[in-house]
T-cell receptor, first 112, second 115 residues
Framework: KNQVEQSPQSLIILEGKNCTLQ??????????LRWYKQDTGRGPVSLTI?????NTKSNGRYTATLDADTKQSSLHITASQLSDSASYICVVGIRGGFKTIFGAGTRLFVKA | NAGVTQTPKFRILKIGQSMTLQCTQDMNHNYMYWYRQDPGMGLKLIYY???????DKGEVPNGYNVSRSTTEDFPLRLELAAPSQTSVYFC??????????????FGAGTRLSVL
């Protein structure tokens, strides 16, 4: 069964600290892996997209890694800001079509 | 550039009522999608369209209908609303299939309650 599991479900960190969010997937055949940021009451916004051959992708203070062998990805946030408070969603695309599997997300709270 | 626009933002329906959720995009994207997001769950695909006049079912299409008469618009119709359709609905668009590494752009969502 195609699944995307994210951990932790929620996380509280202090402003300025770093954090890492995890994504494990059992999707086959794999096409690409995306990380989205979803602010409360808004739609998801794309942060990074990685294909099978890419093992890291950065977008400002956000760095995503992908290990296609172990089917794991992580999103590292450096020097967190209050505006980083949001849900972060991992999405895996299935090769050969348009279908994507969404994780349930990690809810991040950044406190002053 | 407005991107993907959804209306209304909020709506309360009574059981059995019908309504249409509107979605329009101004990026000339071929692909458009409707998702629902339930608390603690990942987004689920309801319907999608690969171009004007072409639509197909996603994972959870029961109780919904769509049409795509123009490239810009992709309305979602709820007939005979049920409490199980209480959810947040997101419309999205992409230039090409998301399997091709294309970015999906999402609207701000419509929060629907069926009572």
């Amino acid at each position: 069964k195609n699944q995307v599991e994210q951990s932790p479900q929620s996380l509280i960190i202090l402003e300025g600290k770093n954090c890492t969010l995890q994504c494990n997937y059992t999707v086959s055949p794999f096409s690409n892996l995306r990380w989205y940021k979803q602010d409360t009451g808004r739609g998801p916004v794309s942060l990074t997209i990685m294909t099978f051959s890419e093992n890291t992708k950065s977008n400002g203070r956000y760095t995503a890694t992908l290990d296609a062998d172990t089917k794991q990805s992580s999103l590292h946030i450096t020097a967190s800001q209050l505006s980083d408070s949001a849900s972060y969603i991992c999405v895996v695309g299935i090769r050969g079509g348009f279908k994507t599997i969404f994780g349930a997300g990690t809810r991040l709270f950044v406190k002053a | 550039n407005a991107g993907v626009t959804q209306t209304p933002k909020f709506r309360i329906l009574k059981i059995g009522q019908s309504m249409t959720l509107q979605c329009t995009q101004d990026m000339n994207h071929n692909y458009m999608y409707w998702y629902r997001q339930d608390p603690g769950m990942g987004l689920k695909l309801i319907y999608y369209s690969v171009g004007a006049g072409i639509t197909d079912k996603g994972e959870v299409p029961n109780g919904y209908n769509v049409s795509r008469s123009t490239t810009e618009d992709f309305p979602l119709r709820l007939e005979l609303a049920a409490p199980s359709q209480t959810s947040v609905y997101f419309c999205a668009s992409s230039l090409d299939s998301p399997g091709a590494k294309n970015i999906q752009y999402f609207g701000a969502g419509t929060r629907l309650s069926v009572l």
